[in-house]
DNA sequence: CCCCGGGATGATATGGTGTAACGCCGCAGC
DNA sequence: GCTGCGGCGTTACACCATATCATCCCGGGG
């Protein structure tokens, strides 16, 4: 990788935005300008971020904005599949990959699950049929009738693991 | 059942906390007064309740109570095993049946998963074993090391779903 | 007896998160 | 042109959570 890591290149981004626009169009739904820059800024961020973080982000290119402006556009992005939202957190990351879950044969409201690190603050989304397949089994089994799912584990990453074996004194 | 649909009555409310006090001696904590009032209110009530509202109730019993008075107890309740947060809702219940899950197996950290109607805002606990290890699965597979879980699923409860098909007019 | 340490609580202040409500503007369709 | 609608600006507010310092109580040691 040639970039930071601070997230993906520049050209990559625009590429994003760019299939991002071509899916809400195909969908009915119109990439506003505003939305295209908070979707931007949500997936420049190499971890979730808040509302107020994109507010303060935004008000560069908009100093008119205000909290409603950075909600509404994120409602949007979510409708669209485009950015979910962390509950313990409270904060937002881009879909790694929607049109991956398309081609897994997922809609855009496709079922997905968070791995965030506790040490390093990474939140990783992954999409495992079987846990999706888990709790739906088990909410009809109780007479519910489910419609979204939210899945969030907290622990630690990889790298943080390996650290942590490295000078475990720093941690106990 | 025999009471109101605004929670169990008062005697086994009385005695549901005379078994958390005794838990909590057992694992050397003390379940003063004012945490046996706020887990009382939590317990009452038959849906998640919020910290400021915990803290107006409260407020009946101590003039005084402000908003850390409640997040501690709080705080210290869950550290109990005796209530869970619902992150979806930023609110807090009454944890169904600590004891019942020991006998599953489980401490008082044990594995559990939320079912919330997005209509009458009932949310039932569930502690689905399947669910649990699908996750953990997931997650290991990916190289995380799971600490915490939160599961939690939006729907529709049975009686809600069968009052849809009744009157879907209303619904549309 | 006094002091001291720790846990629990009281009290004040502040910061972070999210939404309601109203109005303006631009555009499509009649 | 009027109207309806979606997107956005703007103000104000409600709700959620924590930092910080002070106080009280109680049990142990000198």
């Known amino acids: 990788m040639a970039g930071t890591t601070t997230g993906p290149g520049e050209a990559a981004l625009e ?48 100093p008119g904005a205000a909290p409603p402006t950075v909600y509404r556009a994120l409602d949007f992005l979510q409708e669209q599949g485009l950015v979910h939202r962390v509950e313990r957190l409270n904060a937002f990351v881009g879909c790694a990959g929607p049109e991956a879950h398309h081609h897994c044969g997922h809609g855009h409201d496709h079922p997905h699950q968070f791995l965030i690190c506790g040490s390093c603050g990474a939140t990783a989304e992954i999409c495992d049929d079987r846990v999706a ?9 109780a007479g519910f009738f489910p419609v979204r799912t939210t899945v969030e584990v907290e622990g630690r990453c990889a790298a943080c693991a390996a650290m942590t074996q490295a000078a475990p004194a720093a941690v106990r």
């Open 15 to 62: 590429a994003a935005l760019d299939r991002a626009a071509a899916g809400c169009l195909a969908r009915g739904a119109q990439l506003t300008e505003l939305r295209r820059q908070v979707l931007k800024l949500v997936l420049a961020s190499p971890h979730p971020v808040g509302a107020y973080a994109l507010l303060d982000q935004l008000r560069a290119a908009r």
């Open 133 to 141: 397949a888990a709790v739906a089994d088990a909410a009809r089994a």
